[in-house]
């Protein structure tokens, strides 16, 4: 896997996949692959400036009179409640989930088209959407309806994770996160540790980083769990080294970056398997001590549950856990208020 | 039935239902028949002035210090998101839906006024409650026992929808819409087509253009699907020229405005029936071409299901869809700002 | 049961429950044992400015800039409502609860500890969670996990009821409808009747009461409904005047205050012991005749089931249980404001 310029450079299928330039307005926002190194400095040049106005309780009403309507059909806290945030802080509106229409249907239901129409009866011009939903490719779906009918009533829509497809506002915040601790987002070595298989926060990171020069990344996984064929065929493409790793041995000494996720037992047929595979999965503070590099940080999209050693990994320094969560806001907000032209 | 001068007449139950004249403050908002040209034409003159406010995003906050509970106890996407969004763009307060509180109790059961007053208590004078319940009257039981029990405390109730009752502020929004189109209220042609026994929508529709002059409308529906009798002997005694009608060939050919409905599958004891209806009451591109009118709009109150021939009837220029969903904002901002008496 | 001066006294266990003194913020507000009387003062006189501020419409935004997350384990309306109001009153933001996430977990559940940690990593430093929650002491165990784990990032907590424990702030409502009433919370009599065992309000109201001078309360209950052991054992320490009355008869004729709570029904094994009871404890016009004192009140936490004969009492002035349920909005946000340190 080679590191060429990735500059101005896109990943998208032209057909689906509009590039975010310069100009996020009106645009879907469905995969870290419609971004460019462009388009992620200009998002994060925007979260740094509303992060200054977060922090003295200045923030200007930037989406007054939008309404945005959060479709979450899967549990959610902290990626719904950061943009349930990050809409009031800008005074925008939200139009309320309805508790009797829980089920939102599958894509292959009739009724996920009128149901996406109504969002956008509702919304207006103007308007967006957030999306979650347990289909990889649901909201491009969305997409595609919200577009094909009155296309003249602009709604947009974001991708808040589809299934095992992407996450890519996981990967915005994450990124925030690094070029925040580290001035820059080139030439960085980091681990991606766990369930590289399922888990669509790193499947939307890989591809951010490759935007940037220079970038290595290790993936640490036991064999059931490395990536599939199909993202790894994806990637080999991108100006990004990949480094797959099976032993903790292997780890470099020099990461600027652990990103450490979670196992997910539900996907195990064999509940030994799982077992036998979690205990070499959990980031210990034995494991830590192999690090030489103290400015290093350790991340995690969370939730956090067996995988970090909490009585020892809490009180480590490089442990960023929710400072990385707090992240969320800043960038959802500038998101938001570039997706709906708010800002110039 | 005959068209006499409709102006200064009210269709109350004078023991149930206030008439609004001028001052819609402190009232319930039960029914159309509360309504007279004079109230409608005050209703969308506010509507005209916010939806300017609208378009400039300079929403006054109106409604600061209001409190309003949205209690919907059916599904609802369009109507509840559009209150919703109406009372916090005006600066007022959602007291939030108790996810745990989800079934609403029947109108016999003691517990419906218990829960009422505990909104009632919440809220406090000067509060507002939006209401959707599945039971006809229910709404009208509410407003009871919220005047009977400390009256001094002033809560409104406004029907968002009861049963196959009626659903006032959609023919608010309707008839707003056909005012912006036509500039008038008065001598329109329309022709209101689908499920006329069980489409409260229109119950309030046919009620709130008899309060205008000359107006005629041809109602459409299969013989299964009439008016029922009890409704067909109210509106015949209203000013307002009713024809009945089975065959699409006897639509007129100079209508000024179409009203299509779903036909509403779940009321037929036999699903063949049900399919057999169906395909006759389909809005197709064939039908609309026998329409000469060129200035006629499509109206349709949602949702849309398979009653509408999308792939022609989306492309036509004359299916106001979703310019008519987007009416219903100000339309229920004027009407909230009224009836809590922060405007003049 | 004596009556000693009570001023500057805490009831804490030091090790769980930090007094609140003068200053409120980022401390958790678990039990009316952390309250002293100078505290309640400096709550009541904050409370007292809010109510000004809401009377003309005039509230200051002060909670600009913080994140509430309200986490309602149980049905609530009123007391869900007023959290909610008073958050967007001060102009706070509440990220909105999921609906996916309907079950919070039991305390012995590890999840309950992951949960919290969600919502803490979403609101971030500053934020602030409001929790009810059906188990005794889930509370005060969730406030430990919120300090334990990244302790920098400061998140409170305040007890919105936790199974038949406290419900602090229903007994700071309280205690400020007596005090605007009399104008002092001193040498009050009154009445307490119900379900002592099951009523979490009383015992938070008890505590608070005995932070001032020479109070003295009944305990009117039929002797299956009298105080747990537990709560005797505590309050026969506290500087408060408690008698335990099994017959009306007993009630004193000069009582300042009589507080009618729900025998709560579902507690019983044998619905006839049920019945006899519950037919004793109905709060009639006839019991009030008994009363010389015509400024007395008559409070009741809510929501009035049958305990109240409510076609009498409703018309009596003394039953001011809409004007008490009014004051929980102020109070509320005095409290959000005081905790999140927003005002001096």
Chains 1, 2, 3 share one sequence.
């Not at 309805?98 to 308007?127: H, M, Q, S, T, W």
């Not at 990004?240 to 000494?253: A, C, G, K, M, N």
Request: net charge negative; glycine share 8%.
């Amino acid at each position: 896997m080679t590191s060429p310029d990735s500059d101005q450079r896109f990943h998208s299928n032209p057909e689906l996949l509009v590039p975010i330039e310069g100009d996020f307005a009106g645009k879907d926002i469905l995969s870290m692959s419609q971004f460019s190194r462009r388009s992620l400095e200009r998002l994060f040049d925007v979260s740094g400036q509303i992060e200054g106005y977060l922090e003295t309780d200045s923030v200007p009403r930037l989406l007054d009179g939008a309404h945005a309507a959060l479709i979450f059909a899967e549990p959610s806290t902290r990626t719904r409640g950061s943009f349930g945030s990050a809409v009031l802080h800008l005074g925008g509106y939200e139009p309320l989930t309805d508790p009797y229409l829980k089920l939102f249907p599958n894509i292959e239901d009739p009724e996920f088209d009128f149901r996406i129409l109504d969002y956008k009866a509702v919304l207006g011009d103007g308007g967006l959407i957030v999306m979650r939903h347990p289909q990889e490719g649901a909201v491009r779906k969305a997409a595609e309806v919200l577009r094909d009918v009155a296309p003249k009533v602009v709604v947009p829509i974001i991708n808040a994770g589809d299934g095992i497809g992407e996450h890519p506002t996981q990967a915005m915040l994450d990124m925030y996160t690094m070029k925040k601790r580290f001035g820059r987002l080139d030439g960085l070595r980091g681990v991606i540790a766990g369930d590289l298989k399922n888990g669509r926060t790193l499947h939307s990171l890989i591809r951010g980083l490759s935007c940037y020069k220079g970038n290595t990344v290790y993936l640490l996984s036991p064999q059931e769990l490395r990536l599939r064929e199909e993202e790894r065929s994806v990637f080999a493409s991108l100006p990004i080294s990949l480094v797959e790793i099976e032993d903790r041995e292997q780890i470099p000494e020099d990461a600027n970056f652990w990103y450490w996720t979670r196992v997910q037992k539900e996907r195990f047929k064999n509940p030994e398997e799982y077992e036998a595979i979690k205990d070499g999965m959990v980031l210990t503070g034995d494991l830590l001590k192999m690090q030489n590099n103290r400015n290093m940080i350790i991340m995690h999209p969370g939730p956090v549950i067996h995988e970090v050693e909490r009585s020892t990994i809490d009180l480590d320094p490089r442990w960023i856990y929710f400072e990385q969560a707090a992240n969320g806001l800043p960038v959802r907000m500038a998101l938001l208020t570039l997706v709906l032209g708010k800002i110039k």
